[in-house]
């Protein structure tokens, strides 16, 4: 026997139900979407209380770059490396308050930090150089310098930084 034919007799309304309920599921979910974006935010922000540093925004612009210097690299398209280059090598500094909340909290490791940020600034400024002169691999080799200056910051100072400046104590 047909089982098809039997469901549907069993439940002879539920087609035709079907695009009313859609519908309404659809405005439900979307409903549901609209608010919590809307409230998304606000959430995140009870949750964490600080403000993001703008140094956070500034190192999400230095990733970028470098991602789409990743993808320069493999297209050996250095016009667009010796555009970004600079770019990471010269990134722009927080606002004086934050730049001074930091300094105070990085005492007399702030000279350290800031060595880091200046291994960064060289290494960004080689790539350059090698990507005017279309140098593949020097390029690679610069841009390997520029990665690991990243690293060595964010491996002495992440870590405390996001507890210090975002978690509650
Ligand atoms: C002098 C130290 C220093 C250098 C150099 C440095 N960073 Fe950072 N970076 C930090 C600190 C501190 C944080 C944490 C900031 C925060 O969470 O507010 C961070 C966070 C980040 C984050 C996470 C952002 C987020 O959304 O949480 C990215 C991505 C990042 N850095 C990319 C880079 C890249 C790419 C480079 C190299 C081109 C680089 N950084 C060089 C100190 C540094």
């Known amino acids: 026997m047909n089982i098809q034919a039997h469901n549907r007799h069993a439940h002879p309304r539920s087609s035709d ?9 659809f405005f439900i979910g979307a409903t549901w979407f609209a ?19 703008a140094l956070r925004s500034i190192m999400q612009d ?18 667009t490396i010796v555009e970004l280059a600079p770019k ?3 990134h722009p500094e927080p606002p004086l ?3 001074m909340r930091v300094m105070a909290y990085l005492g007399t ?7 880091f940020d200046a291994q960064t600034h060289q290494a960004a400024q080689a790539l350059e150089t090698a990507a005017k002169q279309a140098d593949g691999l020097g ?3 610069a841009f390997a310098k520029v990665q690991s200056s990243c690293l060595a910051c964010h ?9 210090h400046f975002y978690e509650q104590k």
Not at 17 to 25: D, N, T
């Open 17 to 25: 139900f079907q695009p009313h309920r859609r519908r309404m599921m």
């Open 35 to 53: 608010v919590s974006s809307a409230l998304a935010p606000a959430l995140t922000h009870a949750a964490d209380q600080a403000e993001p540093l």
């Open 62 to 79: 230095m990733k970028r770059d470098m991602q789409t210097i990743t993808g320069a690299i493999a297209e050996e398209d250095w016009k």
């Open 88 to 90: 990471v090598a010269t």
């Open 97 to 99: 308050g934050e730049k």
């Open 109 to 115: 490791d702030a000279a350290k930090f800031k060595g």
């Open 139 to 141: 390029a690679i080799a």
């Open 155 to 163: 491996q002495n100072f992440r870590s405390s930084f996001v507890s």
